[in-house]
């Protein structure tokens, strides 16, 4: 994924417009249309101060992990997760618990449902 795709999603999550980063950012707004075009790409202290705005790393800005420790979606998990006040975060862990569960009750269900087949029960 490029850069201006990558903002254009940070801006859709935010509910934000280009002019209000612009703003934000002390940048202008053509410069920011610019970079979220791909006509144009950012220095390196405009790119971290993106970064720091959106509480995600330069790499996510670069859809580059050098690492291979994080994916995009985990990134844009972490960003998400930082961008929410304490109670939101304890009800979004409680959330993820819950589809956690759920996804371990499915599996034993489906083990039982298949050891049941390969023994012929019905």
Do not use: W
């Amino acid at each position: 994924m490029k850069l201006g795709e990558i903002l254009k999603e940070l801006l859709c999550l935010n509910d934000m417009t280009q002019k209000q980063l612009a703003k934000d950012l002390a940048l202008s707004p053509s410069a920011l249309g610019n970079y979220i075009q791909g006509s144009r790409e950012p220095d390196y202290r405009t790119l971290v101060r993106i970064a720091d705005y959106f509480h995600v790393s330069t790499d996510f800005l670069l859809d580059r992990d050098p690492n291979a420790k994080l994916s995009s979606n985990e990134e844009l998990l972490l960003h998400i997760f930082r961008s929410l006040t304490q109670e939101q975060q304890e009800f979004y862990l409680e959330q993820g618990q819950i589809f956690i569960r759920q996804n371990r009750k499915k599996g034993l269900s489906n083990f039982a449902h298949d050891l049941r087949k390969d023994k012929g029960i019905s």
